[in-house]
Each structure stands twice: as structure tokens, then as C-alpha cells.
């Protein structure tokens, strides 16, 4: 089992930024996937960014350019540094990780709001 953790979200204006981070406790060491998914109200859960055990990475379209994936190994953490933010980034942002199996892990959400 691989428990995760989110935490970082918020309340903040258009443009402003906000970093969130995931740390994970468990069987680690099954793990070769981990990123962020994103639900807004009425819409489906979507893929926002993901990076792997080899660091490569990738984002969905609508972040590109604003949204950076990284992690810590030694601290068992993943980030997700948010920049310029757009009132559509309002969602609950979840952790997702992925182990050999396959098996998926969720966090539990942390709510970003972007408002003014």
C-alpha cells in the first residue's frame, strides 16, 4: 500500500502563484509513475502533469509553460509549482501515483481557488 498526502492549495488571485506538494509513505518502492490530476466542478478528472522514476515529464496542454512537475527522492515528495494561474485552474487537485502491477494511488485533494 502507498499512502499519499497533498498539500498546498488555496485561495489566490489571477496570476498569482501556488506550489502544492504530495508526500508518500508505503511500498515506495513499487512506484515508477507519479503526478497530478485535476476535477473541477461538473467536469471529469483530468491528467494535469506526471513525471517518471527517470525524471522525464509531461503536462497537459492547457498548463504548459505555467505548471512545473519535480520531486524530491530523498524526501519522498512531489511538487507541482503553479504559475501565472487562470480562474480555470479552479478544481480539486489530487496526487496520483502508479506502481508496478498496476496499482493507482490517490491523495485525498487539496481545493486551489483562482479568483479576484
Known amino acids: 500500500q502507498v499512502q499519499l498526502v497533498e498539500s498546498g492549495g488555496g485561495l489566490v488571485r489571477p496570476g498569482e502563484s501556488l506550489r502544492l506538494s504530495c508526500v508518500a509513505s508505503?511500498?515506495?518502492?513499487?512506484?515508477?509513475?507519479m503526478g497530478w490530476y485535476r476535477q473541477a466542478p461538473g467536469k471529469e478528472r483530468e491528467r494535469v502533469a506526471q513525471i517518471t522514476l527517470g525524471g522525464t515529464t509531461d503536462y497537459a496542454d492547457s498548463v504548459k509553460g505555467r505548471f512545473t512537475i519535480s520531486r524530491d527522492s530523498a524526501k519522498n515528495t512531489v511538487y507541482l509549482q503553479m504559475n501565472n494561474l487562470r480562474p480555470e485552474d479552479t478544481a480539486v487537485y489530487y496526487c496520483w501515483h502508479v506502481a508496478y502491477g498496476p496499482e493507482t494511488y490517490w491523495g485525498q485533494g487539496t481545493q486551489v481557488t483562482i479568483s479576484s
Open positions: 508505503g511500498r515506495l518502492f513499487t512506484i515508477y509513475t
